[in-house]
């Protein structure tokens, strides 16, 4: 029937495609504690997910996140006491409050995909608002799923 056709033809270009290779390339960068790239995002360019950008500080990765834009940042932070510091790794859906419903849609879908090459880490987050993807904020979130802190605020 024609509304089959076209709800195959909807459903067609309604899917995104992951630059899988550059994503787990990039991903595996940042979690190697030992090289400075410390975030990447990655964006919406016609029909694929491709990356946007890469970088060593949390306020060039906050650059990145826009009203008008759809993305995904995946960002190492630290966290612990002055006895243990660690890293944790934090995939942030970004879906800015300027963007179309139908795109906001897809977004959900396409998460699936990300999440099939970004598989560990420590807190996911949606945001729609910079406060909510601010470093305090989001370190907050870490140590919240994160266990224990024990430190006594002195290292010897």
Do not use: C
Not at 27 to 33: E, F, P, T
Not at 93 to 117: E, I, N, P, Y
Not at 139 to 146: A, E, F, K, P
């Amino acid at each position: 029937s024609t509304w089959e056709i076209v709800g195959r033809r909807e459903s067609e270009s309604a899917m995104s495609v992951v630059d899988k290779e550059k994503m787990q390339e990039l991903y595996d960068l940042i979690r190697n504690d030992k090289q400075p790239i410390a975030w990447a995002v990655f964006k919406y360019e016609g029909k694929s997910i491709v990356p946007g950008a890469t970088g060593e500080t949390y306020e060039d990765f906050l650059t990145h996140f826009k009203d008008d834009q759809r993305l995904y940042g995946f960002v190492r932070v630290n966290t612990g006491d002055e006895m243990s510091i660690r890293s944790k790794f934090v995939l942030i859906t970004w879906v800015g409050k300027a963007v179309k419903a139908v795109l906001r849609a897809q977004v959900s879908t396409d998460k699936a995909f990300v999440k099939g090459v970004i598989k560990s880490y420590a807190k996911e987050i949606l945001a729609d608002n910079i406060e909510e993807v601010q470093l305090e904020t989001v370190l907050d979130q870490v140590r919240s799923v994160g266990g224990a802190n024990y430190g006594t605020g002195v290292r010897d």
